[in-house]
Each structure stands twice: as structure tokens, then as C-alpha cells.
């Protein structure tokens, strides 16, 4: 136990009122968990996760952790922001006003949005590249919902593709808003 000997449980309590999130909490709890004289064994069955992970969960409360921070601090992950997005904020918001009109606003001969009219319209508008699944989030970030074919019968994957009723028309899914 002497790896928490510098941390009191009425601190981790403490930081245990002010953190958010279910893994913080997780991580003081199980580093009470520790102070009471639980085996990081038992912690790591207790939590579901190898006992490596618990290992480095009660690092987290070592005095070079806590160098200039709170428990409660170092119980947090870190920022991760991830890959930074391909449009600018105001190129997004021009595209979202796009795709708040139909496709025929922008000289495109489409019923409704699909994911593959946006790949395309993006690469020609903005020239950068989406796959269709990150094509199909920024649909979902401008507040479109999918609306599939008509035909239900028509075997349609995701609305990309066309299908004809019995009478000879186009069916097209696609998105709109709600």
C-alpha cells in the first residue's frame, strides 16, 4: 500500500464529489478500493480490466502525477481533439446551408442528398476528400435524416441507389429534413 501512501482517502472522497465522467470515478474508486487493502488483483476482476490497467490506474496518484494538479485532475484523461476536420468552420456552415436545400439549389440533378452526391458535390466544391460513411456524420451534423425509397421492395442499400416502381418511375432514397 505504499504506492498511495501520499494521498489520503478523505482526498480521493473529495475528488470523487467534483469529477465527471464514469472512468474518473472509476479510478478513485478504485484506488479507495487500494488504500482499504484491496489487492490489484481483486481490482482488476472487480472492474473488468487487466490488472496492468489498474497498475496504471493508481499511478495516476503518484507524487510526480500530481506535480501542479488535483486528484481529481489526475484522475481525468486528457484532451484527445483527434485529426483535425477537413473544412474550415465557415466552409461548414456554408455546406450545411447547402444541404438545408435541395440538391437542384447548387445546379445538382438529384431529388435529395445521398452520400454519394455529397462526396462528390465536396470534392468539386471544397476539393477535399470524405469517405461515404463520414459523408453520411456530415448529413447527420446538418440535422438531415435518411429517408429510404418508396418501394420498399426495391432491395435499396442505404438510398444510394436508384429503383424503379412498376410503372417506370424513379425511386431515389435520400436526405432530407425532417
Given at each position: 500500500m505504499a504506492r498511495l501512501e501520499h494521498v489520503t482517502v478523505e482526498q480521493?472522497?473529495?475528488?470523487?464529489?467534483v469529477v465527471d465522467g464514469k472512468r474518473p470515478a472509476q479510478r478513485i474508486l478504485a484506488a479507495i478500493a487500494y488504500k482499504d487493502g484491496v489487492t490489484q488483483a481483486t481490482l482488476a476482476d472487480r472492474h473488468g480490466v487487466s490488472?496492468?490497467?489498474?497498475?496504471s490506474w493508481l499511478q495516476r496518484f503518484t507524487p510526480a502525477s500530481l506535480d501542479g494538479t488535483t486528484v481529481a485532475q489526475a484522475a481525468t484523461d486528457a484532451d484527445r481533439p483527434g485529426r483535425p476536420r477537413r473544412l474550415g468552420e465557415e466552409e461548414r456552415e456554408?455546406?450545411?446551408r447547402h444541404l438545408h436545400d435541395p440538391p437542384t439549389e447548387v445546379g445538382l440533378d438529384a431529388?435529395?442528398?445521398t452520400p454519394a452526391l455529397l462526396q462528390a458535390f465536396l470534392r468539386d466544391t471544397f476539393d477535399v476528400a470524405y469517405s461515404r460513411p463520414s459523408c453520411r456524420r456530415l448529413l447527420r451534423e446538418a440535422g438531415l435524416t435518411y429517408c429510404p425509397p418508396r418501394d420498399?421492395?426495391?432491395?435499396?442499400?442505404r438510398g444510394e441507389t436508384e429503383t424503379s416502381d412498376d410503372e417506370g418511375r424513379q425511386r431515389?432514397?435520400?436526405w432530407t429534413l425532417p
Open positions: 480521493l472522497h473529495d475528488a470523487l464529489d490488472q496492468k490497467t489498474i497498475y456554408r455546406l450545411e431529388p435529395a442528398w420498399a421492395n426495391s432491395g435499396a442499400e431515389v432514397g435520400g
